[in-house]
């Protein structure tokens, strides 16, 4: 817009031309601009254009941009970037929006200078409409792009950033509505945008958290405090990993939150770990306590002499240690392995089977175990389903129902069974291997229990016997004694008639033979004891030796009056064995059963052949031997309780000598008797030549 300088007022002091207003406005313009002609030729550039370029007055390039040489329109840039085709409609007269171009006006020859640029192209006409020059209005836009460029930059950084690390980003409304996308989170949960958005994101939290998670989120929304919180979140295969929650609340400059900014960090392992550690730790707390359990039952059964109180114990500590209502020890009895209860420990829920001790027959899952010599640990279900279970007594099928059944063997050092522990019914769940390890452990102590108590009770027995045979051997000793005396006496006065004297002397002959078969008796007994015996071995014939042994058994036999039976074997079996030996045995064997045999008994010799052995055997009518004396009576010092017709019993270590002279030989001899009063057969085995 242009003013006529005649039109000011007066006294003004305004002097300057039209055309100098107009050049100086064009000149000082903050904008670049630059005029073309209808042709493509620049013709005018202000001051702004020279430093938006770096093109000034008095340069090569502002004297070459002026030149006929170049033009706009076949500026090689402007074409690639078709702003050509721009500025020719404006030089056809429109005007015109340029876009940004890139342009370096050192393609041109001059100093490097680059900028990014949008320019208008304006249309000058005459009043006939004829465009007279056309005006380039360039604005510098580098700065800007460059500024949104690195904007563009750090969002990409963020974004890459948060997808490279394991949490997720989220956003939500200052009332804690989630309104924003969060790629991180869809990639994590699977949700679509629509399934998170608002607090469909709590779909996605384990339904055992998410109920404390919208509490604690609403909670914070509404105080502004920090959000922090863990919870479980369901991952795109439908598992559930931890996570730790955090969100932090921004400001506006008025101090009201604009929004909620926050994150999920994936703590699983982390949780995982502590959670392992900590049932490792509990189990390391029950493992030391069953330790010391364990110790302790040791102890106890170790101190235990008897075995009634190693089976009680072991129950006691076996119900305690492994949580059960039943614990029960059995023992084999021979050998059919027919269990003896021995020990029993019930809670109230057994009170009826407190008085419970029925004794196996062999049959039953006891039995199972104690033939194996291996530990069975079954459920309820297998329990019942065992074929063993159904043999283990009537009671069976009305035994209350058990969690589970556990049972060991005892077994000794020899590695015979002598019995089993076993424990059933838990108090919780069914038995583990570390339930039958501990009990295995347990049972191995006291099997070593009751092997040590059968010694101690084996050597206080044998202590008892030495003690009697002390007494016996005191009693056999002394009682020639006294008619030895008295006959001394006699022959000391000196007045004794002829038939006295001989009749004192006979006295003293026998009492000092009897005494000297004692002592004999003993010295046999120490030199077998102690090996110092040496057979004469030769070929014998089996009836030399019976009759050896029946001519000095002979006169016990008939001051008792029994009847001697000699059942003759006519083939004549032999035998490899030192005569005097053999005689020893079969005759210790006769007196035997002389003297326990009342007067006017019988006694039965005969000699049996096998395909390469034989044995003889010695049968009487006696008193027997009792079952708890039968599996001892060849051990030294025993022998049956004395009666007043047992005027002669000896010293009790016959058998014992029978028993090593015959081992001596390679051969057996054992005893039979149906108990007390039905009589006794030995019989003593030899390999035949």
């Not at 000011?8 to 002097?15: F, V």
């Not at 049956?640 to 019993?649: F, N, Y």
């Amino acid at each position: 817009m242009s003013r006529d300088p005649t039109s000011l007022p007066s006294g003004s002091g305004y002097h300057a031309s039209p055309d100098t207003r107009y050049q100086e406005l064009f000149e000082q313009a903050p904008t670049s601009l630059q005029i073309l002609a209808p042709n493509g030729q620049t013709v005018r550039v202000n001051r702004a254009w020279e430093e938006l370029w770096h093109i000034h007055e008095g340069s090569a390039l502002k004297a070459f941009v002026f030149s006929t040489e170049y033009n706009v329109l076949t500026d090689a840039q402007l074409i690639t970037s078709g702003i050509v085709s721009y500025l020719k409609r404006a030089l056809a007269g429109e005007s015109v929006e340029i876009p940004a171009i890139h342009y370096d006006v050192g393609e041109l020859g001059g100093s490097e200078r680059s900028r990014w640029v949008t320019a208008r192209a304006h249309p000058i006409k005459d009043s006939d409409g004829t465009v007279l020059e056309v005006m380039l209005m360039h604005e510098d836009i580098t700065e800007r792009l460059a500024a949104e460029s690195a904007l563009r930059s750090r969002e990409q950084r963020f974004r890459s950033l948060v997808m490279a690390t394991s949490q997720t980003v989220w956003s939500t409304s200052p009332d804690g509505r989630v309104l924003e996308d969060s790629p991180s989170w869809r990639a994590v949960t699977g949700q679509s945008y629509d399934e998170w958005k608002e607090y469909g994101w709590l779909d996605a939290v384990h339904p055992d958290d998410r109920e404390n998670a919208k509490r604690v989120w609403l909670d914070c929304a509404a105080n502004r405090p920090v959000y922090e919180t863990a919870y479980r979140l369901r991952q795109v295969d439908g598992s559930y990993r931890w996570t730790a929650v955090k969100g932090v609340p921004i400001e506006d400059a008025d101090g009201s939150v604009r929004e909620w900014i926050g994150a999920n960090k994936d703590i699983h392992e982390m949780v995982t770990a502590q959670a392992e550690l900590s049932q490792r730790l509990e189990r390391e707390k029950r493992h030391s306590a069953l330790l010391s359990k364990v110790a302790q039952a040791s102890r106890t059964l170790s101190s235990a002499l008897s075995s009634q109180d190693i089976a009680e114990g072991l129950v006691s500590e076996v119900r305690d240690i492994l949580e059960v209502h039943q614990a029960v020890v059995s023992l084999t009895e021979g050998g059919n392995w027919a269990q003896a209860i021995n020990a029993v420990s019930l809670s109230d829920k057994y009170a009826g089977y407190r008085h419970y001790d029925a004794r196996t027959d062999g049959s039953g899952i006891y039995a199972e175990v104690c033939r194996t010599n291996r530990p069975l640990r079954l459920t309820h279900d297998e329990l019942v389903a065992h074929s063993a279970w159904k043999g283990f007594g009537a009671h069976a099928a009305h035994h209350p129902t058990m969690r589970g059944w556990l049972a060991v063997p005892l077994i000794d050092r020899k590695g015979n069974n002598i019995g089993l522990i076993q424990a059933s019914d838990r108090f919780e769940g069914d038995f583990t291997e570390e339930d039958e390890a501990i009990l295995v452990q347990l049972a191995s102590i006291a099997a070593n229990g009751f092997e040590n108590a059968r010694l101690y009770s084996s050597l206080q027995e044998q202590d008892r016997r030495k003690d009697e045979f002390l007494a016996m051997l005191a009693h056999e000793l002394r009682n020639p004694l006294a008619p030895i005396a008295s006959a001394a006496e006699l022959l000391k006065i000196g007045i004794a008639s002829e038939e006295r004297v001989r009749k004192s002397s006979e006295v003293i002959s026998r009492q000092v033979k009897h005494m000297t078969s004692l002592v004999d008796d003993l010295l046999d007994i120490s030199r077998v004891t102690r090996g110092l015996i040496q057979l004469e071995c030769v070929p014998l014939e089996v009836m030399a030796i019976v009759s050896g042994a029946v001519e000095q058994a002979r006169p016990l036999i008939e001051t008792r009056m029994h009847a001697l039976t000699v059942v003759p074997d006519p083939g004549g079996p032999r035998v490899m064995g030192d005569p005097n030996r053999l005689v020893q045995v079969l005759a210790n064997l006769l007196n035997n059963a002389a003297k326990y045999t009342p007067r006017g008994g019988q006694i039965v010799v005969w000699v049996e052949r096998g395909a390469q052995s034989v044995s003889i055997h010695v049968r009487d009518n006696g008193i027997g031997i009792g079952g708890a004396l039968l599996p001892h009576v060849f051990d030294l010092f025993t022998q049956a309780e004395r009666t007043p017709d047992r005027s002669q019993g000896g010293l009790g270590i016959g058998l014992a000598l029978v028993k090593n002279v015959v081992t001596l030989h390679g051969g057996t001899v054992t005893a039979h008797s149906d108990g007390a009063g039905m009589g006794s057969t030995f019989t003593v085995t030899l390999n035949t030549l």
